[in-house]
């Protein structure tokens, strides 16, 4: 969700904020737009559409001159995608250009008090205030900073904001407060940026900023101030991983190459953390004191994290026998959840900047209870705000619709529950034990799934079932929740509507909706329950469904009995048996979207970092 680059330095700004902001486009965007300093004059060029637009617009950058600059890609909240609502926008004298991440909530009480000092709006966006705001202060006497300060200071919402001032040709000013924003040190040569892809090419040291912080920076320095204005220092980080890990390296889109890196990334996720036949989470202080007297946790969080909270609760309360509820952020955070220090809460986030989720932990932490963020992205909000944190070793996700994320969340979710459970002695240790050896082995198992004649094999049904308008995805048990993954990546990537149900649900109402020729996904994975789903797939078979089934190979006979088309993966825990379904839902949802001619990896209408309510 919008996107931000700002460079100065000696070269040409703007091929660099452009080259950036195509390292941004996975974030999802519907505009795009450059400032920079030419000639001493602020030069915008934005367009709707495509980053390729603006790149056909600028002649590939070369049209603007000069050497400081900040970029833009937009994903719309105020006012609908179009090159006028595009950022960078100009304040009304033309002084102050704006490029923002975020949603200013008081917009409309500021655009009337401005209004009614004589500024004029062009666009509607919120932003414009932004903008208009700090001419309003520098007009009234301010220094560049004090005006940016003293405009943040009025503004109620979320923001990242990068700043130009037409008196200052030499400095980009960039501040924060619930949107993400990095600065990186260059040579010669500084930026700002929302992700570390953007200006990987030029530099590995840089700076998380966080809220409140504000930082002025030209092409020889930086210096950072804290919210009231008082210089801070700050620690920049390096950054070990490539840029290749950001890139499709030879694959089609990132999508495919992300399902692909699931077995790498879930094996860097759970074997550094068995040591000695124990689950070992150094990077979390859960004393057993604590956990002996935990109640009730609380998973929340958005999307397909959600979805890997519904997975938590089947999984922790097998294995600890704790009560566990998923919800979901945008509720959870204006609900009343009875929390105390007896309840855990669980934040997962690959992002760790949804706002929603962001927002929720800050409220379970309000309320007293213990938090633990479950996140990918290192020095995110979330795992700043959070007691806890356990990362997911995913590497860059890119792509929008989440897939190596959701799989390292789910390990993250088996490590924890045998942490719990080891504390809490609710295993034998022989169970305890056989779960152990069964996670170390999974990744080679997610291996096997993405073997060149499954994929095949998946294909072939995609191309069969590509033109279905109506897909049901039915289950049992941990089978139910990895349908709902299944169906969101469907409507994420394919645009077809499906709908995901606990397979003996559908009689109570949605069967009504199967109609010859309707899709109906059928996970079957659990041998306790696979009759009992085989029924429910004879019900809608009965009533002119084709069906696709999911089982594990031991049943591949089993199945045959009931239907002609089934995918067949490998045998594990039952636990981890998601761990194996979702990656040919994946694949499948990837494929079909393919065979549609969809944007796989930047669906429309979607953002990958949702930082707006
Ligand atoms: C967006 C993404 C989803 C993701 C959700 C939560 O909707 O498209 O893939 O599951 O946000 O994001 P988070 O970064 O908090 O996991």
Redesign the pocket.
Known sequence: MCGIVGYVGQEQAAPILLDGLSKLEYR?YDSAGVCVFDEGVLKVAKAKGRLQALIDLTDGGKALHGCVGIGHTRWATHGAPSDTNSHPHMADSGKIAVVHNGIIENYLELKELLMARGKKFHSETDTEVVANLIEFYYDMGCDFKDAVQKAVSRVEGSYALGVLCRDYPDTIIGVKKDSPLIFGYGQGCNFIASDVPAILKYTRDVVYLNDGDLLVMDKDSVHFYDQHGEHIQKQPEHVSWELSAAEKGGYAHFMLKEIHEQPKAVRDTIHPRIKDGRVVLDDIQLPASYLEHLKRIYIV???????VGIHGKYIIENLCQVPVEPVL?SEFRYADPVLDDTTLVVI???????AD?LAALREAKRRGARTLAIV??VGSS?AKTADDVLYTWAGPEIA???TK??ST?LSVMYLLALYIAQDLRTLPQARYDQLLTDLLALPDKIERVIAPETIQQIQYYASQYFNNHDVFFIGRHLDSATCLEGS?KLK?IAYIHSEAYAAGELKHGPISLIENGTLVVATATNPKLFDKTMSNVKEVKARGADVLGITIEDLGGEIAKTMDSAILIPKTELLYQPSLSVVVLQTFAYYVALMRGCDVDKPRN?????TVE
């Open positions: 999802g969080a958005c999307g397909s994290a959600y979805y952020a997962i986030s690959q992002s760790g900047e949804t989720t990918n992205v979330i929008v619709a989440t994320a959701f969340q969101l994420e979607l953002a990958k970092s949702v």
